[in-house]
């Protein structure tokens, strides 16, 4: 039994299990029996997929695209592995992450610079590297059909420069990765989403990202489906949201600029405030200590991703 959310226009999303229930989700659209899937979580997330496509009375042989939204792992580390398990997928990727696929040693020694080493084999395994000749490279406006269906990537940096969202014909949806921010069901409050901008490190550029977050909300889509958590409606506001929050990222990492090796500690806490009044605005109904575990491993990387940020700007200046 999988976790195997429906949805319309043969759209699915498969709940990765990365880490925890409802972190990540990998999304499969499905076109008159052929198969293109939206990310990948890590390699322990293959078995999930597989079930997914037997549950839908689909094979591996089905699957004619793996699309990655981005390199970093929670989204690429399975792609290797899945392309082994799909023979006839081709694997579309921005073009500055299409090296790290084909050989992800690099990827993952930034990877293990983050977490640890330990930790980066315990989260990720081994990546296996995806041969160059099966490997479409996705600049701006790169399209490809499914089954007649057409699916174009749209280049949207800000999260990272590897980013690309895929905008759907179809449904004229959009999969967008992590360029919207975080959408996690557990602080919805009667239906009613809430998002979070994520700054992981190490490629995290403000201005950038309100761009392509205007650049999503400009195709007015009646949904997006985010990998974490997958679809959300109600775009406008959450984009506004979206920019707030951006901007408060900003506000509090330029506070901090000069607080020496406190920063990070110091933006963190920060950021702990901020989903505060977050949970006030939004009326989170969660218990404090349980929304703060949901949120807990994204602030940190946020914290980070900050920090790294607003050194960078300082050795720029
Ligand atoms: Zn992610």
């Known amino acids: 039994m999988v976790d195997l959310l429906r949805y319309e226009h043969g759209i699915h999303a498969v709940d990765a299990g990365y880490l925890r229930p409802g972190l990540a989700a990998i999304h499969l659209i499905v076109e008159n029996g052929r198969v293109a899937v939206v990310d990948t979580a890590s390699n322990a997330c293959l078995p999930r997929v597989l079930d997914a496509l037997r549950t839908l009375e689909l094979m591996p042989a089905s699957v004619d695209y793996v699309v990655l939204t981005h390199v970093h792992l929670d989204h690429a580390g399975g792609a290797g592995a899945m392309m082994a398990a799909f023979p006839n997928a081709r694997l579309v990727v921005h073009p500055r992450g299409l090296r790290h696929m084909a050989d992800p040693t690099k990827l993952f020694a930034a990877v293990q610079a983050v977490y640890g080493v ?3 084999h315990r989260m990720y395994g081994e990546l296996v590297p995806v041969p160059i000749e099966r490997i479409l490279s996705a600049d ?16 949207t940096p800000g999260h990272a420069r590897h980013h690309l969202s895929l905008l759907d014909s179809r449904s004229g949806c959009l999969f967008t990765g992590d ?9 919805d409050v009667d239906g009613r989403p809430s ?3 994520t700054s ?4 995290f550029e403000p201005e950038v990202m309100h761009a392509s977050v205007n650049r999503i909300v400009g195709h007015q889509p009646d949904a997006l489906y985010l990998t974490h958590f997958s679809r959300v409606e109600d775009v406008p506001r959450l984009a506004g949201d979206l920019h707030r929050l951006i901007d408060a990222y900003v506000d509090l990492a330029e506070r901090e600029r000069h607080s020496g090796p406190e920063r ?3 933006i963190l806490a920060g950021l702990w405030a901020l989903m505060e ?3 006030e605005r ?8 349980q929304w703060r575990e949901v949120l807990r491993l994204d602030i940190e990387l946020n914290a980070q991703g900050l920090d790294y940020w607003v050194g960078q700007d300082a050795a720029r200046a």
């Open 118 to 120: 330990e930790e980066a």
């Open 140 to 155: 701006d406006g790169f399209q490809f059909e499914l089954a007649g269906r057409t699916l174009t990537c749209l280049d």
């Open 179 to 187: 360029i919207f921010g975080l959408s996690f069901r557990e602080l």
């Open 195 to 197: 998002v979070i901008p």
């Open 200 to 203: 992981t490190p190490t490629q």
């Open 264 to 266: 990070e500690t110091r």
């Open 277 to 279: 009044a977050e949970a």
């Open 282 to 289: 939004q009326g989170w109904r969660l218990p404090a200590e």
